[in-house]
């Protein structure tokens, strides 16, 4: 067997794998990802059996959260109150404060919660925030686990080294194995091969590596490092070392067979799983098999699995919402149907996330009216505005050449009172750029950068950001680029396509670029072929003028 020990593969930016965080997006990414799965589809022009991946700035028009949520909740909690914040970087701190100057009590059980929700909606700083004044206030017991999470998000918020250094300056009593997890996990989150597996040996000699939690940290580094010819071999390893693996051990090692397309060694271990009186298999092992037959054009085998996923799911809402993106990908209406009138009998209610799998997929097979009485529904329930529900089926219009309804219907919803995120005018932009209309797709783009200071994540779409630069260089008046690239460039670093739409709208209007060029120089970029043929463009004109 390859031991675990002696890869050197270089360290890549991957998602998060620990206690909660790694295994939560692991997790999220074995179950299907439902509704990225589902975009994937969207996106996917060509073939409707394998999809394009879905980029992150597809991702980021539809998925940058709004700071809306689903259901109202007493306005007497104290999460309450943490979750109207509106921005991610405002301070949570006076909040706390003043809920004790109340002479309220907070228990460890409330703040816990408060921090796995801030997390949940990658809300770092301020779920640090919480737990730094949990720790110092004193005013309820903070737990080794607490120290943990802290230790985790230290490395999220202020990077690995800052989290080596809350490690180092623990005693040695506080240094359990919760908390060697904690560091195992952010080295695994950043890439870091070498030393996940130096200090998972550290941890076997001190008798600390004794839960699959550990192991499953190993594998979710081969996962997003792409090694995933090794994550087998760490169940095995696991085995070996006396360590029972759990659902999500053979669920991530099933991924990396179904990855590789060996279907013999992932029924091989699904069947393994069944025939396991310490393993409770569910839904989402089942669902594993059926996205990769899916994605494979084994639409008769996805069939088999998902009937055997649906045995299992119960009244969970995303199991439902995996099957339902699943069913979409083999274009099953029916089925899709049916599994949302289950959906809302197994579940109390309904989630802004159970409505944009549905509403997505439902896009996905071109039902836009269906969509959109869909979207009624959602509207006319009890729940505060979260815009990546109507992104969705913006999406939909704007894919299929309907950019001018889309805007109407944004427009609509903002004049009910309804305030959008950037991504919704980012969709209406890319719509435009499509359609060829580059000042309506400008105005677009002019609105979502106004919005931008309020929703901190958002990224332009990088293919209509260049469309526009390239339109305005050749198109715009100096005041129009220059005002676009000052909103920009508070988004995104200088880059070379933005210099070059600066020196062609300076060239076209006779000023000298050796300012810019300096600049440009100043910012490490050098000058390429496109650079050089552009002031070639300053000798013509010159030429021409002087021979005139």
Not at 105 to 134: G, H, T
Not at 167 to 185: H, P, R, T, V
Not at 435 to 464: C, D, I, T, Y
Request: charged fraction near 25%.
């Amino acid at each position: 067997m390859q031991s675990l020990h002696k890869s050197s593969s270089p360290p890549s930016l991957l998602s998060p794998c620990l206690p909660t965080p790694s295994i939560a997006a692991a997790e999220a990414s074995l179950m299907g990802r439902s509704v990225f799965f589902l975009l994937n589809q969207l996106t996917s022009k060509s073939n409707p059996q394998l999809a394009k991946p879905l980029t992150s700035t597809h991702a980021n028009l539809l998925f940058c959260r709004s700071y809306y949520y689903t259901e109202k909740t007493p306005k007497t909690s104290l999460y309450t109150r943490i979750s109207l914040i509106g921005s991610p970087s405002t301070s949570v701190t006076p909040i706390l404060d003043q809920w004790i100057d109340d002479g309220k009590k907070v228990r460890s059980p409330e703040l816990q919660s408060i921090i796995r929700a801030l997390r949940a909606r990658q809300r770092f700083n301020q779920a640090l925030e919480v737990s730094e004044w949990m720790s110092s206030k004193r005013v309820c017991p903070f737990y080794p686990g607490d120290r943990a999470v802290q230790l985790d998000l230290i490395g999220k918020v202020h990077g690995v080294g800052a989290a080596e250094s809350y490690f180092c300056k623990l005693e040695d009593k506080d240094k359990s194995e919760k908390i060697y997890g904690a560091l195992l996990n952010c080295y695994c989150r950043e890439g870091l091969v070498d030393k996940s597996l130096s200090l998972l040996q550290k941890m076997k000699e001190k008798g600390l590596a004794m839960s699959p939690l550990t192991y499953n940290n190993i594998m979710c580094l081969y996962l997003n490092t792409g090694q995933l010819e090794k994550i087998p071999h760490v169940l095995s390893e696991m085995e070996e070392d006396g360590i029972n693996p759990d659902n999500f051990s053979y669920r991530i090692s099933m991924s990396s067979y179904a990855s590789r397309s060996d279907i013999e060694n992932m029924e091989k271990l699904l069947s393994e799983m069944e025939s396991r009186q310490d393993i409770s298999i569910d839904w989402s092992n089942y669902t594993v098999a059926a996205s990769f037959y899916v994605k494979a054009g084994f639409h008769e085998k996805a069939i088999h699995y998902l009937k055997k996923a649906e045995e299992k799911v119960g009244s969970n809402a995303r199991g439902y919402n995996s099957l339902i993106t699943l069913y979409a990908s083999l274009g099953n209406k029916l089925e899709m149907m049916r599994l949302w009138s289950l959906i809302k009998t197994a579940t109390k209610r309904q989630t802004n996330n159970d409505y944009m799998t549905m509403m997505g997929s439902l896009v996905k097979l071109g039902e836009l009216e269906e969509t959109e009485k869909l979207f009624q529904e959602w509207e006319s329930a009890e729940k505060l505005y979260d815009f990546r529900v109507p992104n969705v089926l913006l999406i939909g219009y704007t894919q299929r050449g309907l950019v001018e309804k889309a805007e109407m219907m944004l427009e609509a919803l903002i004049d009910r009172g309804n305030s959008p995120i950037p991504n919704s005018w980012g969709i209406i932009a890319a719509g435009y750029v499509d359609k060829g209309n580059m000042s309506k797709a400008l105005e677009s783009m002019r609105k979502a950068f106004a919005l931008q200071p309020q929703h901190q994540g958002w990224l332009p779409k990088p293919r209509v950001v260049s469309s526009i630069l390239n339109w305005l260089g050749e198109n715009g008046d100096i005041e129009e680029v220059e005002s676009f690239v000052n909103s920009l460039k508070r988004i995104v670093p200088m880059d070379r396509e933005i210099y070059h739409a600066l020196i062609k709208a300076n060239i076209r209007a006779g000023n000298e670029v050796d300012g810019i060029l300096h600049n440009m120089k100043a910012d490490n970029i050098d000058e390429d072929e496109e650079t050089r043929n552009i002031l070639s463009t300053t000798k013509d004109i010159r030429d021409r003028l002087i021979k005139d």
